[in-house]
Each structure stands twice: as C-alpha cells, then as structure tokens.
C-alpha cells in the first residue's frame, strides 16, 4: 500500500474487504448481541459481502471474557475474518460499535484503513445524573486518525441521540435515522398456546448483565417492584451474582432465584416467564434495552419504568414502582386482556425491529457498492510474519500437569495463524518438543541450588530476552506458583497481552500468590468437577476469573478404538486389564503403596496390570512374581489408548481425575495429600460420592486397601460407576481457552493511554 496518511496509506486501493468490524467482541449483553444479529444477515445470504473483524481490547472488561458466542459462530465458520495486528487491508465500511473501542488512541497501528467509518452509538453522552460517560470528539478523532477519513455517527435511539445535544464533534456528521437493533423473530419463538399465568405460582423474570446499575437504587424500591417474600410468585433473575448480596446485604428475598447471566440462554429462560419486569437505577440511562426487546419479542408481557416509552410504546406497559405488583395482578385477574398485551408486544417488535429490515440494506444507505471480489486477496503480511507467537510458559510442577494443559490449548489453535512456543522450568518439557512445539528450558531454582531473590532477577532477565526475540502477541502462563521473575518480564512489555491459566483446588499455603493477577491480562481458571467442593483461597477471587468447563489433553471420543488399544498393548480381550498410575514420585513416596497395589491386584487371577511410569519417575523394578501379568512402559499421552483400560489405579490430579472420569474408567484414586499440591482429596471424595470412583486416603491403606480393590474388580460395581460416568457431557474448556488465548492473540488495545506504559 502507499501514501502517507495513517497506517501507511493515503489513498486507498481498491478494497479487499466489504466491511470490516472494529470492535470489543467480548460484551455479554445488547451490544454485542446486536452486532451478532447483523451478522447473521450479513453472511447467510446467498451472495455475502466480504466482512472482517478487528478485535479491540477496550478498558471496559477487565476479565478474560471469551468472544460472544453469536460472533464466534462466525469465526469458528471462517466467514467472518479475524484481521490480525500483523496484516494491512482496506475496506469500503468499518463499523465501530460502541464509542468505548476508540477511548483511546490504539496502542498499534490497526490492520485496516476504511472508506468511511460508521460509528454506533450503543449509549449515550451522559448518564440520567448528568455524568458524562465518553468524550465524542476524542473518540471521532482517534478513528480519523487511525481508521478512517470519514466518520458518520449513529445513535441506537432518541434517548442517544438526545443526549448529544449541543456536544458534536466539529467535524462529525450525525445521520437522520436510528441505528435500531434489530431482531431475528425465528430466534425467539412466541408461543400462541401458553396459557394465562397460574393466580398461585407468578412466574416474574429479568435479565441483563451482572451489573450494580442493572438494578433498582435501594433494597426496599427493589422488593416493592420484585414481589419479596410473596408465596405466589418466583422472581426468576438471569444475571445474579455476589454483586446482588452486596448491593441489597444477604440474605435476599427467598423467592428470588438467581442465575448467572448466559447469552446463549436467554430464549429458554424467557419462554419460562408469565411477566417481564426491568428497571434500573436512577443514574443509569438505558440506549436502548436489547433485554427489553427479547422480552418482547417472545410475546412477554413487559413492565417497565415511564422513561421508556419513547422507545417501547404500546409494545409495553409503564408503571412506577409502587404499581408494578398491583398491575402484574390485574392483569393475571384478566386473561383476555393478558393474551391481548401479548399479542401486541409480538406485533410491535414484527413492525419495528424484526430483520426484515437487513443489515446490509442499511450499511448501503451509507456507499457500501455491490461486492465485487469472491475472496480477499492472499494475506498482506508485515516483516514476512505468517504467524503470532504466543508463549506457553509454565513453572516446574511435580510431574506433567501443567505441560499437558497447555499442550491442550496448543493444539486446539489455529495453526495458520498462531504458533505456539513452549518455555518451563519443567524436565517434561521434552513432551511438548516430541509435539513438534519450540521449546526452552528455564532452570528453577530447585535445580540450581539458587536463592530465590538472585534466581528471580536472573528468571526476569532470561524471560526479558526471550520475548524481545521472540515477540511474543501473548504471555499465557500455568503455574500457582507466580515467582517475581515471571511477574517481572511482562511488565516491561506493557502492550503485550498475558493470561494466567491457573487451576482451583488451592491449599491455603498458596494463598499469598492469589493476588498476583494484577499482573496479568485476565485469569482463566478450568473448570473442575468438583468445583462446588472448592473452598480454598482462588474462592475470594472469582470475580477476577473467567472460569471455562474443564480442560482435557485429548477428547475421549479422539482415543484409539478398544480393540486397537489392547493390540497395541499386547493384550487379550480375556485380561481383566488395570492400569497403575501413582504420578513422578517426587513429593509422594509410592514405594510400598505400589508394591502393595500390585499384590492386592494379582489376587485376581483375571488381571493384568498395566503400570504406567511418569517420564519424570525411574523406572520402577519388576515383581517377579507378577510375571508377564504386570506390563511397564513410559507414554504420553497415556489417555491415548485408554480404551484399552477396564479399571486404574491412581493419584487425582487435576488431569489424570478428569480423563479417568470423563474416559469412563473406573479408578480407584489415592490423593497425593502433600502440601504444596492442589486438593487432590477434594477430587477423590467428590468421585466416590457421584459413584464415579472409589477414594482412599494413602495413610488409610494399609487397612483399607485389600478392600477398595475388591470393590474395584467387582463387575457389577464397575459397571455402575461407567453407567453414571457416561451421563456426563463430554467438555469443551481446551477449545474455549484455545479460542481465547487466539483471539487475544490478534487483539489491538485501546484499554490505556498510549503514552503511559507503566498502566496495567
């Protein structure tokens, strides 16, 4: 490209793109939603435009918040095109929703110049307190800097708009027409046969983001509107959290029950309401009310605050707070006059919002020509990098746990985009160089025989190093343990994104590392199946974290076929087969607890055991007397051909407990209990009481131990714990913190001021 204008270019090519997205991705609520709903017009058309997205990092979201999953959909399809910090491209259109993207001047050049640029206004200037809530002109002027000549505003709503008043930007051209969201009806189905809400049980729901300011100013405005303590109605909130015990001090009202906010939800949890009730705080100003219009569009009968009328008209009814539970009761009195407001809220939304009106038809009102390319052209590339670096780092850890962890989100990205670069102070670093992944290996201090405050300078000097070479677009680290050193390195990168992948189950020796997420980017924590057992420190921080289903190496329907497996094990379908796995060894004695296990095992004369050595452990000595019944070998990943397996015999750690359990083998686990360790015994009970496992604590074995393989070897007893296991879905947290840890990756920030690089 050439010229001289911003990114490198003044007068534009012909354009790659039709229109490219410039936005925070991440939002869990209307913005987000809507931007979703425009795409799904965009791109199922028979002759799509070509649509890109830049995905920003704007101040608002602190946490790691994956993608919305309405515009992942479109990414994980490949039809819409992450456009990556490291490529150059045009487009005729860029839409910037949500005047928080440009806050801020980006801390990079962008990977895309436009046109023009339109940006939606999804809220207004100032807030009902007369707060300003964004400064216009700054905003106008970074997107004429570094995204576009041109710049049209458009807000959702009156309410936006109004609020513009006498602040336009000097050069910025306010369009006549609303932005107005728009609605897929298919998306949210109204049920012509539901019934008039039941006199006895009232079925009142809302929801919206877990917000302080989504909510009624004082506990008593918000029991008045909400029905508190009524025995004949339920207040169903899609969008609870700690955040609602602090605003109103627990214990709220019995009949309120809450749920976490889920976009993906939001349909089912609305078919199940008699009435729809939203209001907000004083100094909130809703833009527009993109929970409302769901509401609505599923025939909900909608009460609201008089303010928004302008916007909802007859699709709603309006009432002060004090009213609300008087109306709600009028109405379920009257059924004929509730099938009525229904029917009207449905019509309103057909007429106004439905997707009729489409997306594209209305980014043409503003140039956008008629597609004139099939593809874009083969990717314009900066300084010949076909791909982002993104640095694994991981500490030390008593065997593979952390290595395979991060072995399952590298393998889970897409490997034309990102390359990922292993670096641990761990001696199995070689498994993830025998994955084909670059590797370095970094000392602990265990090894040196250092002292922690010299180890920690030189840990940051090697990491300093690393990633100015290596140029990494993100840090994702695996550790409990965050030593000076790793927390060090980054901060002199202050542009530079980095997560910490950090598991739950903590000790409370470990308690003096929760506060290192200041940090990081965000904390993502895998999800644990006994994770309503966890009580431990990582508990008091969970409004920092992003916690994803748990995390496997290797999905259980991927494992090699049963009969394929025990080939390769040299098997018979005959064998009674028990694998033996008591992990490295390296802070667990399993000397006499293996000999043990093997004896007890071979009592049955159906088993043969297959004793699986970690690649950190020595190779233990054979039993003689076992013979060709115990077999022994080192692999990784074991879980591989795991089908070969009718029983284990094993420690519960975080990898080794979720593979057995989701694998559907049935184990007996023997918690590895010392300190530094994540509460193993927490996994091991959980299992034993799901009846998906047998627990027994390693001081319990001498006595106990005959007994628990026993019941392992029992038939039918096995046959009970598969049957539970297979109930469970297989999960999906390699793939979410894979697609998180990509799309941070090609992330621009605008979450600080560009000249002040000591802001974290």
Known sequence: MTGDGPNGHDTLPESAFDIVYVIEARFEGGVSTAVATELDDLLFQTNPPLVGIVLIKAHLLGLPWPVHPGIRKHITSGQL????????????????????VFANLPREPLPVRAERAILVLHHPLFDNGGKRQYDLEEVESNI?????????????????????????PKSGIVVDEDWLNVIEPADWPFDTTRPAPDPDHIVIGRHARPDRLKWPDTRAEAEQIYGANRSDVEIRILGGGPFLDMLYTAPLPENWIQHPFDSEGVAAFLSGLDFYVYYHATDWSEAFGRTILEALACGLVTILPPHFEEMFGAAALYAKPADVMDLIDTFVADPDAYHRQRRAARTWVMRHHAAAYRATDRVKLYGLRDRTRDAPPATPELNGKARANVLFLSTNGIGVGHLTQQLA????????????????????????????YPTFYLPHHKHLGAGHEQ????????????????QPRLVAYDGTAVFGGVAAAPDEFPDMLSLWVRRAMWRECHRGFVGMHTHFSGVI??????GDLDHGPTKDMIDYVHVTEPVLHIDPAARTPRAAARAHYGLSDRDLVVALQLGSGANFDTAQLRRDAIQALLRDPRVRILE???????????????????????????????????????????????????????????????????????????ANVMGMGLCLRARHVGSGLGDAIAHLLDDTQRAHMRAVMAELPTPKGAAEVAAIVADYSAMIRTDRWPFDAYLR
């Open 525 to 530: 924590e895998p999800g644990e199946l006994a």
């Open 455 to 470: 180890w920690n300078d030189i840990l940051a000097e090697e990491l300093f190093d690393l990633i100015r070479n290596l």
């Open 144 to 168: 004429l800097a570094t995204l576009s000549k041109e710049c049209f505003i458009a807000p959702v709503s009156p309410v936006v708009r109004r609020s513009l008043r006498r602040h336009i």
């Open 409 to 436: 989100i590298a393998d889970r990205l897409p490997q034309d985009t990102v390359q990922a670069v292993f670096v641990s102070m761990s001696f199995s670093l070689k498994v993830a160089r025998d994955a084909g």
């Open 612 to 686: 699986i050595v970690s690649p950190l452990a020595p190779m233990p000595d054979p039993v003689r007397s076992a013979g060709d019944r115990l077999v022994q070998l080192r692999e990784f990943p074991s879980f591989l051909n795991s089908t070969a397996l009718d029983a284990a015999v094993g420690v519960a750690g975080y990898n080794s407990f979720h593979e057995q359990i989701y694998g559907g083998i049935p184990t007996l686990f023997i918690p590895n209990e010392a300190p530094e360790m994540d509460s193993q015994l927490t996994r091991a009970q959980w």
């Open 81 to 100: 095109r992450v456009l990556r910090p490291t490529e150059r491209w045009t487009t005729q259109i860029a839409l910037v929703h949500h005047p928080v």
